[in-house]
């Protein structure tokens, strides 16, 4: 049987997207390998959000299929997803003899068959297919065939917002969304085989069934299905990403305060503090807008976390704006923050905007960016210590096998001393130490009654 090696780049719909690809290709009798020295096919499924991240699925490539040479080996190399999309018949130029857009992602399976038995030399994919965004739809078995206590499932695809720094609505087209019967019927499948937490997956995922779904009793279409999941016995947690700012409408917000299965987090890209900039993003908020967002949902959910996207270095922004992004951190307090840097685009509005900013320059204000996201986190962690917090165990530590972890409702990871009999348990940690945003604890014993110590009474508020 032939061994294939996935690697993915980018964000979770990525990872999302090769988990279908690998169980697909599983179920055609693919054998999954886990890295790329003896596999008879390889598949980067790409990132083009930022440059670098095109880059390295590149270099990545090259490497490999050098390798490969010297050892005499002939993989069939592949590119999937994102960067397929948009230089499709170029990567054939580099020696890929798979090219499959994000559209596509259903019909790895049968190219490579076509591949391996020699019917075709080479296949690029890309073209658009009504209906794709219900095609990524099957899961893996966990890990070392363990249940997976966690899954991710794809709503929707594809991007109306076109801000003018990205590149998605390019490579993931317009959006289209799944019905609400099928993503639930999936959540339920997942349920039954053990998962206890599911994050809903879209590029907008607050969009998700406007065209589709009419706003009901002051509901959207993405709350509707919020409700429709949440009702799903024997979930636990209900997670999503990405949404939107403009997505946090009040019946959201509401559903925050309502909804004891959605947990007190929400991921709120800002991308910048600086309402000149913002404006020149396309972003269609307002610093003030964003903020009282923030305290809205702070009112409904107090203890909930709150985490955002930022890019340093959009064309034009002055030390002045990009200060005003740093004063938005402090003022807000994010409990994590993921800062980029601005890297043009490709047929973006931005790339082709005055005031493109020299590198050192980008560089010099992300590096501060990061000191203060990082001083506001761990601040926030070191609060956490002597703390009792709850959290859903995972598996063993990505970081330590020898230790397991969970984590927060909050999305804090959590690594104590456990062991299998713990996988798939809501626990109770105490912290002991915080470090680089993961906490350290040991499990908190309760009664055979299950009678609450008094450390837990703080629990409600981690
Ligand atoms: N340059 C830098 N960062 C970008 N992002 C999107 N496009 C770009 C770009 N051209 C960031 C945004 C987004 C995250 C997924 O990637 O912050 O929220």
């Known amino acids: 049987m032939p061994q294939v090696f996935i690697k993915t780049y980018g964000c979770q719909m990525n990872e999302r997207d090769s988990e279908a690809v690998a169980a697909q290709l599983a179920a055609r009798g693919y054998t999954l390998a886990p890295d790329e020295t003896s596999a008879d096919v390889v598949l980067l499924n790409t990132c083009s959000v930022r440059d670098l991240a095109e880059q390295k699925a590149l270099g990545k490539m090259s490497a490999i299929a050098g390798v490969a040479r010297k050892q005499g080996r002939h993989p069939v190399l592949g590119f999937l997803g994102c960067m397929a999309q948009s230089r499709g018949e170029e990567l054939v130029q580099s020696g890929a003899r798979l090219v499959v857009g994000t559209q596509k992602f259903h019909r790895v399976g049968e190219h490579l068959d076509s591949l391996l038995h020699g019917r075709e030399t080479h296949i690029v994919d890309t073209a658009e297919e009504a209906g794709s965004q219900a095609a990524i739809r099957e899961h893996l078995p966990g890990p070392g065939g363990q249940r997976p206590v966690t899954a991710f499932v794809s709503i929707m695809q594809g991007c ?20 609400i019967p099928d993503i639930v019927a999936e959540v339920r499948e997942l349920v039954d085989r053990g998962v206890r937490e599911i994050t809903l997956l879209g590029q907008i995922v607050t969009s998700f069934g406007k065209r589709d779904y009419p706003v009901k009793d002051g509901r959207s279409a993405f709350v509707q299905l919020i409700e429709a999941v949440h009702e799903v ?81 959009f064309p034009g922004e002055t030390e002045e704006d990009f200060e005003q992004t740093v004063s938005l951190c402090r003022e807000v307090e994010f409990d994590q923050a993921y800062a980029f840097k601005y890297s043009q685009r490709r047929d973006t509005p931005a790339a082709s905007m005055p005031g493109q900013l020299p590198e050192s320059v980008i560089e010099e204000r992300h590096a501060r960016l990061l000191a203060t996201i990082n001083e506001l986190a761990s601040r926030k962690y070191a609060e956490l210590v002597g703390s009792t917090v709850e959290i859903l165990v995972e598996g063993p530590s990505r970081r330590n096998a020898a230790r397991f972890e969970g984590r ?3 999305n804090r990871i959590v690594i104590f001393e456990g062991d299998e009999r ?41």
């Not at 720094?165 to 959006?175: D, N, W």
């Not at 999503?240 to 991921?267: C, M, N, Q, W």
């Open 422 to 462: 713990h996988r798939g348990e809501l626990l109770k940690i105490q912290v002991e130490r915080a470090g680089a945003f993961t906490l350290y604890g040991i499990p908190v014993l309760t009664g055979i009654d299950d009678e609450p110590t008094p450390a837990l009474t703080a629990l409600s508020h981690s």
């Open 160 to 179: 109306n917002q076109h801000c003018t720094f990205c590149i998605v609505p390019a490579t993931r087209g317009l959006e289209r969304s799944r019905t």
């Open 233 to 313: 016995e024997g979930l636990q947690r209900l997670r999503f990403t990405s949404p939107h700012p403009k997505g946090y409408g009040a019946d959201l917000i509401e559903a925050f305060g309502r909804l004891p299965k959605l947990v007190e987090h929400a991921h709120l890209p800002v991308q910048s503090g600086s309402n000149r900039i913002l404006k020149e993003m396309h972003r269609g908020y307002t610093r003030e807008r964003f903020l009282s967002l923030i305290e809205q949902l702070r009112q409904v959910q107090p203890g909930i976390a709150i985490t955002t996207d930022i890019i340093v270095g």
């Open 408 to 410: 927060t409702r909050t």
